[in-house]
């Protein structure tokens, strides 16, 4: 759904609510027509007013696509931006195409002044897409860290592997330390492994920061050899 046919069902949704209190309508029906706010009755009237308001000049974008709401409240933007001030929601200024507007770009401020004109259930769904969001993003992280973090021992491995056929071929293989001899013996049979995982095949109990020495060991005797 684009953004203008998701502001519209919101603001259909917000038009066909009903208010059961004379107040609340009354209050509803002067932020409908433009008009300033009449004297408030009851706590429930500031968010009818901005519920009209909403219904007359706002505008949402899908948060599918991003965290996006505006009112254009023209000669009541000052009442309107009051009532949010007063709300604990004081919303974002610009102007668009010479026109004054009222907006919030902050999820959870989105969320709450839903919240406050009547539509929770928007407010709902805004926040399960966001949790949602999150969690992909996070899985998505994850997954580069964990692709980064592949390749990176593949390099590794393919250095220490080539390091070892240098050493093998001048001859400098005999030479090394039985430790060292196991090591790069063990890294020649199991490319394919991680250094955790190459330590676990020791005959000897070896840490992974330990392999990690013999294998730069190993490396800096192949230097003179490249």
């Known amino acids: 759904m684009n953004d203008q046919s998701y502001a519209a069902a919101l603001r259909e949704s917000l038009a066909t609510r009903e208010e059961k209190k004379p107040c609340c309508r009354r209050s ?12 408030f009755a009851c706590a ?26 505006s009112l254009r409240p023209g ?46 259930k928007h407010a709902l769904e805004l926040m399960d897409k966001k949790i949602t969001r999150a969690l992909r993003n996070n899985a998505n992280r ?3 860290a964990e692709t980064a ?21 001048h001859k400098e293989f005999k030479r090394l330390s ?10 020649l049979r199991h490319p394919e492994l991680d250094l955790a995982s190459l330590a676990e095949l020791h005959e000897k109990r070896v840490s992974k920061s330990g392999l990690n020495h013999r294998m730069e060991k190993l490396l800096e005797m192949a230097k003179k050899y490249q």
Do not use: H, W
């Not at 509803?28 to 004297?39: I, M, N, Q």
């Not at 021992?153 to 240098?166: D, F, G, M």
């Not at 039985?178 to 890294?187: I, K, Q």
């Open 178 to 187: 039985p430790e060292l001899a196991e090591s790069a013996a063990l890294r």
């Open 44 to 69: 429930g009237d500031a968010g009818c007013y901005l519920r009209g308001v909403f219904v007359r000049c706002g505008s949402m974008t899908n948060p599918d696509k991003g965290y996006y709401l």
């Open 149 to 169: 973090n592949y390749d990176r021992a593949a390099t590794a491995s393919a250095e220490q592997v080539n390091a070892i056929k240098l050493l093998i071929k």
């Open 75 to 120: 000669a009541q933007l000052e009442a309107a931006a009051r009532l949010l001030d007063d709300a604990g929601l004081p919303p974002g200024r610009t102007v668009r195409r010479g026109v004054p507007l009222l907006y919030y770009r902050d999820s959870g401020k989105i969320e709450d002044f839903l919240a406050l004109v009547g539509q929770s």
């Open 142 to 144: 994850l997954a580069n």
């Open 28 to 39: 509803y029906a002067a932020g409908l027509a433009g008009e300033p706010p009449p004297d």
